[in-house]
C-alpha cells in the first residue's frame, strides 16, 4: 500500500499511539522513508504527546496545596458518629436513666418508723452498758430511769444482750443515743419522736455497737 | 529501571489503598479526603488552567471540584478508577464556569479551528528529541502552556483530558459527551496544531522569540 502525505497527516495520531494496523504501519514506514517532511510532523508530534504527558509542565501556583487543604478543612463537615458510637451513647444514657430510676425508688429507702423506740441511735450505745428490762415492755433502761414499771420483774443486762432479746432503748434515759432527723425538714434538729409527723419521710441513722 | 511487574504491584497497592481511604472518607472519617485528593491536586489545577486559562479561576475551580467530589463520594463506583472520577468533575465544573464566563465573549480563535475537516501541517521544522531538563526552564513551560492556552476550546479540552490527563480515548469521550471518533479527530487537530506552533521554537533555539509569542499563529 502507497499512502501520500495527507494520509500520513491523517493518520499520524493513530500511528503515535498504536491504533494503526499492521499495512498501514508499513505503509507510513514506507513513506516516512522518504519523506523529510512528514518525519518531522511525526516527530514533531510525538514530541508534543511526550511533553505534555509531562506532569511537570504545568505548574502550580503558590500556596495552592495549603488553600486547598484550607477550605476542605473549614467547609468539610464534622465528623460523622458511627452507627456504632450513637448505639454506644444510646446504651450509656438508657444505663444512666435506669440507674437514676433505682436510686429513686421507694423500694430502696427505708421506711420512716413511727415508734419512737424504733429509731435507731445516733450515735452507738456501748455494748456493755449495764441496762435494766422488765416484763412489762420492750424496753431497756439505765437503772433508776423514772419510767421503769413493774420493777419486781427488773432484770440487769448488757445493752449488747438486751437488744438481742429484742428490747429497744428507753427514749428518757437513753435520749443522747436515739436520734431521728428529719432530713426533709430541713431546719429541724435532731428531735424527740414527737416531732415528727407521723407522714414524714426520715432519715434513718443506724446505731450500732462500738 | 523500574519493571512493568513492579509498577503494576505499585499501582495495585495504591488503588487498595485508595478503596481503604474512600471506605474510611465514606464511614465519617473526614479529615481523610485530603489524603485521598492529594495524589491528583496538581492534575486537576492544570486541567482546571487549561480549560479556564486564568490561574485565579483555575484555582477557585479545582477547590470547587474536590468539594463536589467529597459530596459525591457515595456515587463513586469502583469500576473506574477515582482519579479519572475527580479529573472528570473538575473538567465539567472548569467547562461550566467557562460557558458562564463566555455569555458575552467569543473566543476569537474557536470559529476558524472549528471545522473539523482535515488539517493540514505548516511548518516542517527538523524538531529533534527534546531532552528532558529542557522541561525545568521556566520560559519553556511557559510557552507549552501559552501553546495549549490558544487552541480552540473544542481542542484544548480533547487535548487536556487525553494527553496531559491520560484519560483514554473512550473516557475523554463520555467526559465531554462527543463520541469517540470526533475526540479522534479533534485529537489529532489539536496535536498537529501544538506541534505548529511549538516546532519553530523547540526545533531551533529558545533563545529567539516563538513565533506565537508575537501573535502569529500558524493555522
Not at chain 2, 467547562?95 to 471545522?115: G, L, N
Not at chain 2, 531538563?133 to 487525553?162: M, P, Q, W
Not at chain 2, 489529532?188 to 519553530?200: N, Q, T
Request: hydrophobic share 40%; glycine share 6%; aromatic share 8%.
Amino acid at each position: 500500500m502507497v499512502i501520500d502525505c495527507e494520509e500520513v497527516w491523517r493518520e499520524v495520531s493513530n500511528y503515535l499511539e498504536g491504533e494503526s494496523g499492521p499495512a498501514m504501519c508499513a505503509a507510513i514506514e514506507d513513506h516516512l522513508r522518504g519523506c523529510k517532511r512528514c518525519v518531522a510532523v511525526v516527530n514533531g508530534t510525538r514530541n508534543i504527546i511526550r511533553l505534555y504527558g509531562e506532569e511537570r509542565i504545568m505548574e502550580v501556583r503558590a500556596g495552592y496545596s495549603e488553600r486547598l487543604r484550607h477550605r476542605l478543612e473549614t467547609s468539610l463537615p464534622l465528623r460523622r458518629g458511627t452507627l456504632f458510637g450513637w448505639m454506644v451513647a444510646f446504651a450509656a444514657a438508657a444505663m444512666l436513666l435506669v440507674a437514676f430510676e433505682i436510686g429513686s425508688s421507694s423500694a430502696f429507702t427505708r421506711p420512716y418508723l413511727r415508734s419512737a423506740h424504733a429509731q435507731p441511735a445516733a450515735r452507738a450505745i456501748p455494748a456493755d452498758l449495764a441496762v435494766v428490762v422488765t416484763d412489762e415492755a420492750k424496753i431497756f433502761h439505765l437503772p433508776g430511769c423514772g419510767v421503769i414499771h413493774h420493777r419486781s420483774t427488773e432484770r440487769t443486762l448488757t445493752a449488747a444482750e438486751a437488744e438481742r432479746e429484742g428490747y429497744v432503748p428507753c427514749v428518757r434515759c437513753l435520749r443522747k443515743y436515739v436520734n431521728v432527723t428529719r432530713s426533709s425538714y430541713g431546719t429541724g434538729a435532731a428531735g424527740l419522736p414527737g416531732d415528727v409527723p407521723s407522714n414524714a419521710p426520715a432519715q434513718v441513722l443506724l446505731f450500732s455497737h462500738q | 529501571m523500574v519493571s512493568a511487574e513492579a509498577r503494576s504491584v505499585d499501582s495495585r497497592a495504591e488503588q487498595l489503598n485508595e478503596e481503604i481511604l474512600i471506605r474510611r472518607v465514606r464511614e465519617g472519617e473526614h479529615e481523610l479526603f485530603y489524603e485521598l485528593v492529594r495524589p491528583y491536586e496538581r492534575r486537576i489545577y492544570a486541567a482546571a488552567l487549561a480549560i479556564l486559562r486564568n490561574p485565579s479561576d483555575a484555582e477557585d475551580a479545582a477547590q470547587d471540584a474536590v468539594l463536589k467530589a467529597f459530596k459525591n463520594l457515595r456515587q463513586f463506583r469502583a469500576e473506574a478508577r477515582f482519579s479519572t472520577w475527580l479529573i472528570q468533575i473538575t473538567v465539567n465544573e472548569a467547562r461550566m464556569r467557562r460557558r458562564k464566563d463566555q455569555t458575552a465573549m467569543v473566543d476569537p480563535i474557536v470559529e476558524s479551528q472549528d471545522r473539523e475537516g482535515n488539517y493540514t501541517p505548516r511548518d516542517f521544522a527538523d524538531w529533534r528529541e527534546i531532552p528532558s531538563e529542557t522541561l525545568e526552564r521556566k520560559e519553556i513551560r511557559e510557552a507549552l502552556a501559552r501553546a495549549v492556552a490558544s487552541l480552540g476550546e473544542i481542542y484544548r479540552d480533547v487535548f487536556v483530558l487525553r494527553d496531559i490527563e491520560h484519560l483514554s480515548i473512550e473516557e475523554t469521550a463520555k467526559a465531554l459527551g462527543i463520541s469517540t471518533a470526533n475526540v479522534k479527530t479533534r485529537l489529532l487537530r489539536a496535536r498537529l496544531m501544538l506541534r505548529d506552533l511549538l516546532a519553530p521554537g523547540l526545533g531551533g533555539s529558545w533563545a529567539n522569540k516563538l513565533s506565537f509569542a508575537k501573535g502569529n499563529k500558524p493555522w
